[in-house]
């Protein structure tokens, strides 16, 4: 491309959600209070965990991360979605457009690794009970924990780096709520073969190998309760993975449509939408399935209220 069509890009201008003009305060409210219940509820399941004794194993020591996993990936996109939609401003810096796309594949990474992790737990917990307390101990958690954040910045890094390394065309025009990857490197006017290589290798690696071990410890889980004596067990541990196994289902089906099934006509807003249901519905969901279907946490939630209940008398 000749030199006289590039530009030094200092800013670009999201687009934002594929909605008219006269329902920017709907979805402008409708989103704040998603984002609300998002972070609050989140916190409330942190809240549950760290004071409730019943509550400190690792399933919930895990559960912790991801609650603040959700949180800071909503708050990676949706508090600057508000402030476009309230200001009408679109723009944003080129810097803050690096450093909000280094956060999100850091913080997207980072649930993929977790959820394996939780996936491991409930394998080891119904797979291996007497075995349990031995082999899922602190070290071992925090462990997996470490590796997951190792990991997430190694590979959001990878791709920020890379990115860094390109020219960008007069076009700075995303269509999209937020700086998406893929959106940033169609508007470079370099050659993005290395960066498009890393994201079919690393990035795709990210996403399939965590569900692979996600899909085999559910087998292992599913062959031990078809072994089960008695329905009695059966359900006992389907309890305590259904709400791990909704979250799973709802999260990566949602990645799955996005990135591996055909593109239609409008792929541009079936990305936002896809994006939107990964990045503001699943964190908001998450409080209420772990809430809904999980008996400590229901448990937990009861004596805190009546806890409260005494105090305030």
């Known amino acids: 491309m000749k030199r006289e069509n590039q530009s030094s890009v200092s800013e670009f201008l999201l687009l934002g959600l594929p909605i008219w003009p006269e329902q920017q305060a709907v979805f402008f409210t409708l989103f704040l209070g998603m984002y609300l219940i998002t972070v609050l509820g989140n916190l409330l399941i942190v809240l549950l965990i760290r004071l409730d004794s019943h509550l400190h194993t690792p399933m919930f020591f895990f559960l912790i991360h991801l609650a603040l996993t959700d949180i800071s990936l909503s708050s990676v996109t949706v508090p600057k979605m508000l402030l476009s939609m309230q200001t009408q401003d679109q723009s944003i810096l080129y810097a803050g457009c690096v450093t909000q796309m280094y956060f999100f594949i850091f913080f997207t990474d980072l649930d993929n690794f ?37 990991l997430s910045c190694t590979n959001a890094l990878s791709h920020t780096l890379l990115l860094a390394q390109l020219s960008f065309c007069a076009d700075n025009t995303i269509p999209h709520f937020f700086c998406d ?27 399939t190998l965590p569900l692979i071990c996600i899909l085999i410890s559910y087998g292992h889980i599913g062959v031990t309760i078809l072994k089960a004596p008695s329905t009695k067990g059966i359900f006992k541990a389907l309890s305590t993975c259904g709400s791990h196994l909704s979250v799973v ?26 994006s939107v249901m990964y990045t503001v519905i699943t964190p908001l969901l998450n409080p209420f399935i772990y809430s809904l279907r999980n008996r400590d946490i229901k448990g937990a939630l009861e004596r805190l209220f009546n806890r409260a209940t005494v105090l305030s008398q």
């Open 249 to 274: 289902s709802l999260y990566y089906g949602t990645i799955i449509g996005l990135y591996f099934l055909p593109s239609s006509s409008a792929s541009s807003d079936k990305d936002v939408i896809a």
């Open 114 to 150: 977790l959820l394996t992790s939780m996936a491991y737990d409930r394998y080891v917990a119904i797979c291996h009970p007497l075995r349990y307390t031995t082999i899922m101990k602190e070290g071992l958690c925090n462990l997996l924990v470490a590796v997951s954040w190792i």
């Open 181 to 207: 990857l893929v959106a940033l490197l169609k508007l470079s006017c370099s050659d993005i073969s290395l960066n498009e290589l890393v994201i079919f290798t690393v990035g795709q690696a990210v996403i």
